[in-house]
């Protein structure tokens, strides 16, 4: 496969269960990133990993959990999750240091929270 | 701050009508521009970037121009078709702590018709 990818594609969990989103990017990246896109609201950068390490976490609930083990994988571990959370997320990954700072962008996840 | 302002959508036009999205933005430094397409169901794609003042990008017939001057990115196509139907998202980079981010705006719904 090439460019990131992500699954699963679709979740429906309860608010009282515990899953998680996974990503990965094919394209030898250093740095990955967590969006969340909601109807009607700009996209919002949830988490940033730039050589496995967080670097940036803006004001996100703690029932999110990011975990980056190596510079390929990313994932977003969730629990006792709220309806309003429902929405798409999208994983993206960049090359930090070249002066071209172009993301790329998985296709997704749709969760649906109950 | 850092700001990205674009037309308030939803665009409708015909088949092969002339296209324009406007985006402004506001910034410290000097970012780079881009444009980012969303087609249903998938996730965001780069359509066009720029990284510097009076940089032209531009693909798949369409471009944008960065001006420094009146602060605008806007995103134009002579001739638009039913398959250029999607959300369209002008974002600018800035340097976070220790990886770059992108700041988005609200998107724009465009709709071709045959």
């Known amino acids: 496969e090439t460019g990131v990818t992500q699954t699963p594609r679709h979740l429906v969990m309860g608010m009282t269960n515990k899953k998680s989103l996974k990503c990965e990017q094919h394209?030898?990246?250093?740095?990955m990133y967590w969006y969340k896109q909601s109807a009607k609201k700009p996209l919002e950068l949830m988490f940033v990993?730039?050589?496995?390490?967080?670097?940036e976490n803006n004001s996100v609930p703690s029932r999110f959990s990011p975990e980056c083990p190596n510079s390929s994988h990313l994932f977003l571990h969730l629990h006792t999750l709220q309806p309003e959370d429902s929405a798409l997320y999208l994983c993206a990954s960049s090359q930090e240091g070249l002066t071209s700072d172009t993301q790329y962008f998985g296709p997704g996840t749709r969760l649906t929270v109950l | 701050g850092n700001s990205v302002t674009q037309m308030e959508g939803p665009v409708t036009l015909s088949e092969e009508a002339f296209l324009t999205i406007n985006c402004t933005y506001t910034a410290t430094g000097y970012p780079s521009l881009f444009w980012y397409v969303q087609y249903p169901g998938e996730g965001l794609q780069l359509l066009l970037k720029?990284?510097?003042?009076?940089d032209k990008g531009s693909n798949k017939g369409f471009e944008a121009t960065y001006r420094k001057e009146t602060t605008s990115f806007h995103l134009e196509k002579g001739s638009v078709q039913v398959s250029d139907s999607a959300v369209y998202f002008c974002?600018?980079?800035?340097?976070?702590?220790?990886?770059?981010?992108?700041?988005f705006g609200q998107g724009t719904r465009l709709t071709i018709n045959p």
């Open positions: 990993y730039s050589l496995e390490e967080r670097v």
């Open positions: 720029a990284t510097k003042a009076d």
């Open positions: 394209l030898g990246h250093n740095a």
């Open positions: 974002a600018l980079s800035v340097k976070g702590q220790g990886a770059q981010k992108l700041v």
